[in-house]
C-alpha cells in the first residue's frame, strides 16, 4: 500500500492505487519478457500472501510468473536474493524493477536489458535520489550491504561503489516513483495523454484530487 498518500485520497484508495501499480508493472514486464523470451519473478512477501499473488496473475492471464518469498532483513538483501535467483536461471543477466512507477515506458526496461549486452550492469536512477532499476551479469553483493535505503544518497553511493569495483555500468534515464500527492498528480497528468490502457490510467481518471 502507498501508505505516504493515505492522508490525501484515504487508505481504502490507496490499497486500490497499489494493486493498479503491481497489475500494469506485472502486465509489463511478462510482454517484455515473452519478447525476450526471458523468465520472470515476483518476489512477495509475506508468505502468506501467495495465493492472492496467484490469483492475480491468473486474473492477469500471465504465463511467465515466477512467485518466490521475499528473503532477507532490508531491501538490499531483497535485491541482492531477487538478482541471484534470476541470474541463476539466466547467466546472461538479470534485472530488477520496482512497482511504484505506473509511467515508466517499456522502452526503457528494454534499454536495460540491451545494455547488458556491452555493459556489466544497469542502472535507473529516480528523481527522489534512489533507483528504479537495476541489472547485473555478476553480482556484487557489496552494493547492496551497509546501505542507508530509502535516502536520498543510495543512487550516488551506489555509482560510487560501481566506479570503484570497476564495473562497466551503463545509466539509463532519471524516472520517478509515485510516493507524493505530487508525484501522483503528476503520473495523473501524463497518463492521460498515455495512448495505451492501462489500470492506473483507468483508475487515476476517476480519481479527484486537490
Known amino acids: 500500500m502507498k501508505t505516504r498518500l493515505i492522508p490525501a485520497i484515504g487508505a481504502e484508495s490507496a490499497c486500490a492505487l497499489y494493486e493498479c501499480f503491481l497489475k500494469d508493472s ?6 517484455i519478457a515473452a519478447h525476450h523470451e526471458s523468465s520472470v519473478y515476483l518476489m512477495i512477501t509475506p508468505e502468506s500472501s501467495k495465493s492472492y499473488f496467484e490469483t492475480l496473475c491468473a486474473g ?5 510468473m ?32 520496482g512497482t511504484d512507477h505506473p509511467t515508466l515506458a517499456d522502452d526503457v526496461i528494454e534499454e536495460a536489458l540491451y545494455a547488458l549486452s556491452d555493459y ?6 529516480a528523481e ?5 532499476l537495476f541489472g547485473t551479469k555478476n553480482l556484487l553483493t ?16 551506489t555509482r560510487s561503489r560501481l566506479l570503484n569495483a570497476g ?7 532519471t524516472w520517478y516513483d509515485v510516493d507524493t500527492v505530487v508525484e501522483l498528480k503528476r503520473a495523473q497528468e501524463q497518463l492521460k495523454s498515455d495512448k495505451f490502457s492501462s489500470f492506473s490510467k483507468r483508475f487515476l481518471n476517476d480519481l479527484k484530487l486537490d
Open 167 to 173: 564495473v562497466k555500468f551503463y545509466t539509463l534515464r
Open 142 to 157: 557489496d552494493l547492496f550491504e551497509n546501505m542507508n535505503w530509502s535516502t536520498p544518497e543510495v543512487f550516488a553511493e
Open 26 to 31: 506485472i502486465t509489463q514486464v511478462n510482454r
Open 60 to 64: 492477469l492471464q500471465v504465463n511467465r
Open 66 to 97: 515466477n512467485i518466490q518469498f521475499q528473503h532477507g532483513v532490508d531491501l538490499g538483501q531483497r535485491m541482492c536474493r531477487a538478482l541471484k535467483v534470476a541470474i541463476q536461471a539466466n547467466p546472461a543477466g538479470a534485472v530488477v524493477v
Open 128 to 132: 527522489d535520489g534512489g533507483y528504479y
Open 120 to 125: 556489466d550492469s544497469v542502472i535507473g536512477p
